[in-house]
């Protein structure tokens, strides 16, 4: 297993970098010590935070980039004078199997020794960091809806909850878009599931590319969806849904096929529930289709 060692602008492979040695560089008590705190948590972030904190204890390290299992997992600085970068067989939700890196940052050059110590610091990652990215995967899976790739009503649940102790603590402001498809059924008595399929996919990714990023959209089933948004105001509110109109309308196939939204909306109020959030806003939305389709609705 070939693990290149980048130290500066110069790059080389030190194809010996995963030898088994750890009876040569650490102890069984060692060895142990490290396992017991690896094999403590399953969560993703958690694991990590404990990897870094056993390599600080042997290594001259500066920081941890596990960006290509997780986008957001880096610990410590990731900018050190030497990068060593080593494989790991990942299962992420994604991508599935795939090969992936960890890349390691130092202060300074490793000595052979130390890097072995690395080596064999890695290989004992190895086995809690695939626990963990599966136990992460199945999470995901159990709140993701499986035809869009967007949140399921767990998924939906769970962070209007987060998003509600949020408002608890410092009152920070959010609101609710409930988005219900027109004309879909139409599309599936007469183009059949697949091409309802596409249309749902393709309005999914309207609405999704309607919020920022940090924002996030789910889909309830059906063709109903809905958004948390970090607003303020009425007037946000109405201004995404204006947004996912607009890009409904321009799009080909759902023009093609005469497929628009109503929406209904809500701020959270003092002392509301998720329950009583969404059953406002999916009232507006009953409202705007009422109204004659295609509208927006505020409660």
Do not use: W
């Amino acid at each position: 297993m070939d693990i290149s060692i980048f130290q500066h602008d110069t790059t080389t492979v030190d194809s010996n970098f995963l030898a088994n040695v750890e009876s040569e560089l650490l102890t069984s008590e060692q060895v142990n010590v490290v396992l017991n705190q690896l094999m403590s948590s399953i969560d993703l972030t958690t694991l990590a935070s404990l990897y870094f904190s056993q390599l600080d204890k042997f290594l001259p390290l500066s920081g941890i980039d596990m960006s290509e299992l997780e986008s957001d997992l880096k610990v410590e600085n990731c900018h050190g004078d030497v990068s060593v970068t080593m494989p790991v067989a990942a299962c992420t939700l994604d991508f599935g199997k795939h090969s992936a890196f960890i890349r390691y940052y130092f202060d300074e050059p490793l000595s052979p020794n130390l890097r072995r110590i690395l080596g064999s610091l890695h290989q004992l990652f190895t086995k809690p960091l695939m626990h963990a990215l599966e136990f992460q995967r199945m999470r995901l899976l159990a709140t993701k809806d499986p035809l869009t790739g967007l949140g399921n009503r767990n998924g939906f649940n769970d962070a209007a909850q987060r998003l509600i102790n949020r408002h608890t603590r410092s009152g920070e402001m959010f609101g609710l878009l409930v988005v219900d498809l027109d004309n879909f059924k139409q599309v599936n008595d007469k183009h059949g599931h697949q091409q309802g399929d596409e249309v749902l996919l393709n309005a999914a990714r309207i609405i999704a590319d309607s919020i920022r990023g940090h924002e996030e959209a789910y889909r309830f089933g059906g063709d109903e969806f809905c958004c948390l948004l970090d607003v303020k105001s009425d007037q946000e509110l109405s201004a995404i849904a204006e947004r996912i109109h607009y890009a409904m309308h321009q799009h080909p196939l759902l023009r093609r096929h005469k497929v628009t939204c109503s929406i209904g909306g809500s701020l959270l109020r003092c002392d509301d529930s998720i329950n009583a959030l969404f059953s406002r806003a999916d009232k507006a939305m009953y409202e705007a289709k009422e109204d004659g389709k295609d509208t927006y609705q505020a409660a």
